[in-house]
């Protein structure tokens, strides 16, 4: 297969990634503008409504894009051979470099706090009643902070195509 094809289907996946993988972050605060607390019924009962409601919302997908999304951009820049440049934040690959950092920031967020917190809300890991109604602040907290985040990110992705105009 040759690199402009290889290329090509590297930059769908990037974007598919991050549109799945960010949207769903953006989907999530639309959805949910405001921390509202767990009750302990809420976790309690396995069959009430809160519960369900949880479980029901789609927890795989969004990650495992999440490393799509990093994977194919890390992928695009070493083929172009950049890739140490803008992980050392050099000259004008100092942009993408410092989105590339964000998103590492946002991967191991997602993958280390977010989603062990949240396998213990939804009861995929046992923990005591106050734990899971804790962890459910941790995972709203986290999820901001991704969505927040991600405003950067697609900034500085964008003012990669840009950075020998702005740090050449």
């Known amino acids: 297969m040759d690199a402009t094809l290889l290329e090509v289907l590297a930059r769908w996946a990037h974007y598919v990634g991050a549109l799945v993988w960010i ?3 953006y989907a999530t605060a639309v959805n949910r503008p405001r921390y509202v607390p ?3 019924a809420d976790l309690a009962d396995p069959d009430s409504p809160r519960q369900r409601a949880l479980l029901q919302r789609e927890h ?4 495992y894009a999440s490393l799509v999304t990093w994977g194919s951009g ?7 051979g950049w890739l140490e440049g803008a992980l050392s934040l050099q000259g004008a690959l100092a942009p993408i470099g410092v989105g590339m950092w964000l998103a590492i920031f946002m991967v191991l967020n997602l993958w280390f706090v977010l989603w062990p917190h ?3 809300v ?6 005591p009643l106050e734990e899971r109604l804790a962890a ?10 991704n969505t927040m985040l991600s405003i950067p990110v697609l900034f500085f992705m964008a ?10």
């Open 60 to 63: 795989g997908i969004f990650r």
């Open 74 to 80: 890390a992928f695009i820049l070493w083929q172009r």
């Open 23 to 25: 949207g769903h972050n």
């Open 38 to 40: 767990l009750a302990a």
């Open 159 to 168: 003012a990669g195509a840009h950075g020998p105009a702005l740090f050449g």
């Open 136 to 145: 459910s602040r941790v995972t709203f907290l986290s999820a901001r902070v």
């Open 118 to 120: 949240q396998k213990r």
């Open 122 to 127: 939804l009861g995929f890991v046992p923990a």
